[in-house]
């Protein structure tokens, strides 16, 4: 059984930073990738990056500039910094991850349960 566990969210003024991080354990053989979404009360969950096995790196263009996502692949978590925080980037933010847990079987998605992330102005 994989499990992803966040860290890091919290209250924060308009303009400050906060570091998300996601730890990623169990019966893991390979993690494709891991990203970030987030989801505010009355909307749609939306990505906010993603950073594959590979070393690509996608971001949303409502956080380019402001947000990086980074992996520690030895310890299987991903992070994301967070700066120049708006009181629009209030919401839950989840982490997501494509694992594979055996070599003979494709990756499935994992998800965390999410940690809140409150931007005041």
């Known amino acids: 059984q994989v499990q992803l566990v966040e860290s890091g969210g919290g209250l924060v003024q308009l303009g400050g930073s906060l570091r998300l991080s996601c730890a990623a354990s169990?019966?893991?053989?390979?993690?494709?990738?891991m990203g970030w979404y987030r989801q505010a009360p009355g909307k749609q969950r939306e990505l906010i990056a993603v950073?594959?096995?590979?070393?690509?790196?996608d971001y949303a263009d409502f956080v380019k500039g402001r947000f990086t996502i980074s992996r520690d692949n030895a310890k299987n978590m991903v992070y994301l910094q967070m700066n120049s925080l708006k009181p629009e980037d209030t919401a839950v933010y989840y982490c997501?991850?494509?694992?594979?847990?055996?070599?003979?079987?494709?990756?499935?998605?994992?998800w965390g349960r999410g940690t809140q992330v409150t931007v005041s102005s």
């Open positions: 950073h594959t096995s590979g070393g690509t790196l």
């Open positions: 997501n991850a494509d694992i594979k847990e055996v070599f003979w079987r494709s990756g499935s998605v994992y």
């Open positions: 169990g019966s893991i053989f390979k993690i494709n990738s």
